[in-house]
């Protein structure tokens, strides 16, 4: 199995390119929403043109239609990511209106929650098993907390799924065996900061995948 890679919190052109030349499959830009990777629709769109050879994903948390027709209209991604509290009604009508392909983010901590993210095998296009963060925190992924990957290995998943949470290039061959993902997802684990990458550690993390 040829697992695909999705970079997370892209913040610079230069990341952006680093990630690309490194084969990353999806790219992730966070747009107007509580974090330290935040960018403006603009800055997104600035560093994320259509013509990037990956599938550009406009990460968002509990967004309304006028930041999604502004997302739509000045980035035109090809994913939208809902990483809030969007319910699989909500989720639906997000794709049907803005005729766009969705990634729902569910964080993870106990069986009852990939239970719980069942609800949206049918509205959206992939769902992303993501840590739950810290209790009280607004901030939404990023955080380098890992899901006990047997919690997922365990449950019944769609046949297109990501895993996320505290993945680097020294525990994502471990992760890819235990859950058996088509997707990983990383953001903190190839950075030096918040929202600046490290082109080692993407260079590390791309060849621990393709040699896990």
């Known amino acids: 199995m040829n697992t695909l890679v999705k970079i997370c919190g892209l913040t610079r052109k230069d990341d ?14 966070i747009i107007e929403c509580p974090s330290k ?25 509990n967004p309304d239609d006028a930041l999604l027709a502004r997302i739509m209209d000045e980035m035109t991604p090809d994913y939208i990511q809902l990483h809030g509290d969007e319910t699989p009604a909500r989720t639906a009508e997000i794709a049907r209106n803005f005729k766009v392909k969705i990634i729902k983010a569910v964080g993870i901590a106990s069986d009852d929650d ?7 095998a049918g509205v959206a296009d992939f769902i992303l098993y993501d840590a739950k963060p810290p209790k009280g925190e607004k901030v939404r992924g990023g955080h380098g907390i890992a899901i006990d990957w047997n919690v997922i290995a365990r449950a019944p998943t769609p046949k297109t799924f990501a895993v996320a949470g505290g993945l680097n290039p020294e525990n994502v061959a471990e992760a ?4 058996r993902a088509p997707i990983v997802d990383v953001s903190s684990g190839v950075e030096l900061s918040a929202g600046v990458k490290d082109a080692q550690k993407i260079t590390a993390f791309m060849d621990a995948v393709r040699n896990g």
């Open 37 to 61: 990777r935040r960018l403006s629709v603009a800055q997104a769109a600035a560093i994320a043109p259509a013509t990037l050879a990956a599938q550009r994903v406009a990460v968002t948390v």
């Open 176 to 179: 890819m065996t235990a859950t």
């Open 16 to 29: 952006v390119s680093c990630a690309l030349d490194n084969g990353a499959a999806f790219l992730g830009f």
């Open 114 to 120: 990939m239970k719980d993210a069942e609800a949206y």
